[in-house]
């Protein structure tokens, strides 16, 4: 695997926290689009037989942006809550406790696990969150 990927994989997970407050902005930022002043005077305006609802909810669902912080949210939960309760908090201790305290040997030491341990579980679990995103082969 090619460390770009891995470090691209490696920074999802890490950003995993915040995953949730990133779709409530996106959401709020389709529903409350920014409306630019129209100086248009005299203008018509265009006749829509849609309703706001409708358009709201077909932006939602066409929205790039919102599918894929969606998909990697689920995907990275996925991975977790399968893992053994050991190898959960390895992940955890490394990439959610912020600020990073804690070395891979204090993790090691953390967990009760060896430092090649800890190793193991990363690289797997990133492994794991980059094929099923389709980031990695």
Avoid at 26 to 51: C, F, H, M
Avoid at 57 to 67: F, G, K, M, N
Avoid at 71 to 79: D, L, N, S, T
Wanted: aromatic residues 8%; charged residues 35%; glycine residues 4%.
């Amino acid at each position: 695997m090619a460390s770009k990927d891995f470090k691209r994989v490696e920074q999802l997970l890490e950003d995993y926290p915040k995953l949730d407050s990133e779709i409530k902005k996106r959401r709020l930022a389709l529903l409350y689009p920014v409306r630019e002043y129209d100086e248009n005077i005299g203008g018509s305006k265009s006749q829509s037989n849609t309703s706001l609802a409708e358009t709201f909810v077909v932006t939602l669902d066409q929205d790039r942006r919102l599918t894929r912080l969606e998909e990697q949210k689920f995907i990275i939960e996925e991975v977790l809550n399968k893992l053994h309760e050991d190898d959960y908090n390895v992940i955890k201790l490394y990439y959610f406790e912020k600020p990073r305290t804690l070395t891979w040997d204090g993790i090691a030491m953390a967990t009760r696990n060896s430092r090649s341990r800890c190793f193991e579980v990363r690289k797997s679990v990133v492994e794991e969150i980059g094929r099923k995103l389709g980031e990695l082969d």
